[in-house]
Each structure stands twice: as C-alpha cells, then as structure tokens.
C-alpha cells in the first residue's frame, strides 16, 4: 500500500477505513447516519481553526506549522468519513464526482466556451442558417 500522498486514490482510502472498522468491530456503529453525523462533527472541529481568524491569504503564509498539521489532521477526517459514508450508501464517489463535474462544466460554461458559442452563432446568422425562412 503506497504512502505517498500524490498517489494516493479514494478506492485506498476506501480500502483502509473498510479495514479500520473490521479490524474493531466498529462496522456495526458505521452507519449511514453515523457517518453523516460524526463528519458534520469533523466539519465542526475544522470550523474551529478557522474560527475568529478574519480573512486568510491562500497557503497559509503566517501559520505556525502545528497549525497546518492540525488543518491536515481535520481536514483528513472529514475526508476519511466522506469516503466511508459513500461507501456505506453504495455510492462510487470517484465515479459521482467526475460526473459532477461535467454537470458543473455545463452549468457555469467557461468564458472561452461562451465566446466559441458566440462565434459560432454569428457564422450561423451570417450563412443565414438560423434565419432561413421557408
Ligand atoms: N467510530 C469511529 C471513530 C473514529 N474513526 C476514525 C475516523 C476519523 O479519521 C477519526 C476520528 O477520530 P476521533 O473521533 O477521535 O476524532 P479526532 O481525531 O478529531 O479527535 P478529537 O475529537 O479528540 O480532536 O478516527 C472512525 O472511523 N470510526
């Protein structure tokens, strides 16, 4: 099992919680519910650190390291509930991510998308093809 960080996949960190519960007799706690529950706590405690701060600059450039292994360590938590709710319900949340993605794509279309369309409806008008009349 890789450690490294950029390879890690969701279907591992799936694969490690699964073991995790087994290995404690803790899939009988791991509900749905609990789950959904136990990571709307995680969010909580991930709140906190932000809590009272007033605005922060991208990268975290004035923190402490401690804090940003905290941050790491409640952000993972979250993370960690997040795939083994999915996993609990069925859901592939690689597979609804990607999809989500693509209906977020269409949604909010880039500006060059926007601007190609726009290209391409005038060349349309021009040729008389949307304005045809019969
Ligand atoms: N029934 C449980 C309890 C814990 N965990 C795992 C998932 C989380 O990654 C982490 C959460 O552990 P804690 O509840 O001890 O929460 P914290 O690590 O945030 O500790 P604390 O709340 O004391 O800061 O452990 C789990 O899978 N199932």
């Known amino acids: 099992m890789s450690e490294e960080g950029s390879h890690v996949t969701l279907d591992l960190l799936k694969q490690i919680m ?9 899939e009988q706690y791991h509900s749905p519910r609990n789950l959904l529950l136990a990571m709307v706590g995680e ?6 650190i932000f809590q009272w701060k007033g605005e922060v600059a991208k ?4 923190w402490k390291e401690e804090e940003k292994v905290h941050l790491g360590e ?8 997040l795939v ?3 996993d609990m319900c069925g859901v592939d949340l690689g597979k609804a991510a ?3 993605v693509q209906l977020n794509a269409i949604k909010y ?4 998308i926007k601007e190609e369309q ?3 409806t005038n060349e349309k008008d021009k040729n008389g093809t949307d304005t045809e009349v019969v």
Do not use: I
């Open 84 to 86: 083994r709710l999915s």
């Open 59 to 62: 990268g975290l450039p004035d």
């Open 109 to 112: 279309p880039s500006k060059v």
């Open 74 to 81: 409640e952000l993972s938590d979250v993370l960690l509930y």
């Open 43 to 48: 969010v909580g405690e991930l709140s906190e």
């Open 98 to 100: 990607l999809r989500k």
């Open 18 to 26: 699964d073991k995790f519960a087994k290995d404690r007799d803790w």
């Open 118 to 120: 726009e290209v391409s």
